[in-house]
């Protein structure tokens, strides 16, 4: 890492608290000009999109004075943006990571304003992207723009644009770019926070391994009436083998699969029954804390079936259905292990001799982070300090962000920090995602404190 420019006399808490407070109003112009752009990487939607958002995020770090600023992919991937400016003599260098690209948007009969024009209602921003993860994009940028010329460490920003399809082509990015990424403290902008008023560093995530299976019990489909009661269909098979996946409690039921302990923290049923939108009557499944069933221990779930849809359906007999199953994987399971532990169950639990064929998807794997020693401490004094004297809790996320993992094994010795703009109503992925204000407002104040409180802790060291 180079160091270029001379050390500015830093600014104290209380400026950049006036800084940040002073910048909000074009912090949330340029998030809701990012919010407009649609731009979805998943296979079949109009990349140019992509293109569009990666060089508007582009020219926001250029506005902010970041002299080092590009647009960069791999062959085959969705553009990144890259933005670099040298740390101070003696400074550590901290990354900067969030990402441009957004989920889809679903059935827009489901939003209750456009999903790509940015609304307020009720002290909260609704939008695709307001919370997943444009607002990453917006913290870092105001940070920065706090510090101004006096930014007391180097700061490299990397805003990935296919996050939400999986990041297929991280690897080789990290490979060609590393020395462009390579940094002492990486902070992950693409997380959530406890509740309001709550903040919250992630520690632990759970992996990712889903696959596609196939049922197959006919040559052709045939009527119901001259072969039911004789000839199984393909869907009430595969139903049938679904249901396999759970025991009666409702726990996992795949053998070969870990867990990762008890948590630390916990939630009350009614708690996670309101935030889930959980029917009145519908009990939780499995066994355990509630935390614990959310973070340290594996979830099974059917995304998609494909079958005759219900208006269309005749009275014959289906001869082949298909299902999407995805599995989220404790912290400290080995991936494939698990993957192969999903297919395996897959194959060996088809009722009546039914064909099965399973075809792997996407695999990510786990991660948690031992959250101890100055860089974490440091966090969290800049958290507890934003959120007016309330300390963070360090929590698991349920979710994957399989980057992570990707991001340790390239750079082993840096400090990992996994943050976020989310609260348990942000609905990130679902229809109505949305920003609280005042949250975002804390959000982009501790991280500005935190760069500063990352420069105390290379001073204090030497």
Known sequence: MTNQLSPATPLTTAQLRDAVERLLPQIRSDLEKLVRIPGIAF???DHSTVQRSAEA?????RAAGVPDVRIVSVDGGQPAVIARRPAPPGAPTVLLYAHHDVQPVGDEAEWQSPPFEPTERDGRLYGRGTADDKAGIAAHLAALRAHGDALPVGVTVF???EEECGSPTLGAFLEQHRDLLAADVIVIADSGNWAIGQPALTTSLRGLADCYVEVRTLQHAVHSGMFGGAVPDALTALCRLLATLHDDKGDVAIEGLTTAGPTQVEQSEQVLRQESSLLDGVQLIGTGSITERLWHKPAVSVLGIDCPDVQNASNTLIPVA?????LRLAPGQDPEAGMQALMNHLRTHAPWGAQVTVTRGELGA????????????AARAAFRE??????PVDIGVGGSIPFIAAFAEAFPNAAILVTGVEDPDSRAHGANESLHLGEFARVCLAEALLLSKLAEVTAASK
């Open 43 to 45: 296979p079949g939607f």
């Open 57 to 61: 995020t582009a020219e926001l770090f």
């Open 159 to 161: 805003i990935e644009g």
């Open 322 to 326: 298909r299902a999407k199953v995805s």
């Open 366 to 377: 786990p991660f948690a982070i031992n959250a101890v020693g100055p860089v974490y401490e």
């Open 386 to 391: 934003a959120w007016g004297g309330t300390a």
